[in-house]
């Protein structure tokens, strides 16, 4: 069955850095998009940065772009998400995801259980 273990998260200053890691297995991860999304505190799940299965290109959205980038090592069946210049608004839950085939990067069919990062002085 799929599964998505994500692993990295912790306490950062702002300013400072994290990196998230997803572990997939039970499925061919190469073939797969995949993104990271994020629920803050009494908020609705958000999407953060996605990829498609050939890294043809990276998408971010507006509030992570120029700090985050998203990657991925097939050979590993792992996702990375570097988190650069973190700010209190990144405090949330980030979930790693599987995007349904043929569907945006947004519409996933299967999500970790996440790992917390917190941004505070």
């Known amino acids: 069955q799929v599964q998505l273990v994500e692993s990295g998260g912790g306490l950062a200053q702002p300013g400072g850095s994290l990196t998230l890691s997803c572990s997939a297995s039970?499925?061919?991860?190469?073939?797969?998009?995949m993104s990271w999304a994020r629920q803050a505190p009494g908020k609705g799940l958000e999407w953060v940065a996605g990829?498609?299965?050939?890294?043809?290109?990276?998408f971010y959205d507006d509030s992570v772009k120029g700090r985050f980038t998203i990657s991925r090592d097939n050979a590993k069946n792992t996702l990375y998400l570097q988190m650069n210049n973190l700010k209190p608004k990144d405090t949330a839950l980030y979930y790693c995801?599987?995007?349904?085939?043929?569907?945006?990067?947004?519409?996933?069919?299967?999500w970790g259980q996440g790992t917390q990062v917190t941004v505070s002085s």
């Open positions: 995801a599987k995007v349904s085939p043929g569907r945006l990067l947004w519409e996933y069919d299967y």
């Open positions: 039970g499925f061919t991860f190469s073939k797969y998009a």
């Open positions: 990829m498609y299965s050939d890294d043809s290109d990276r």
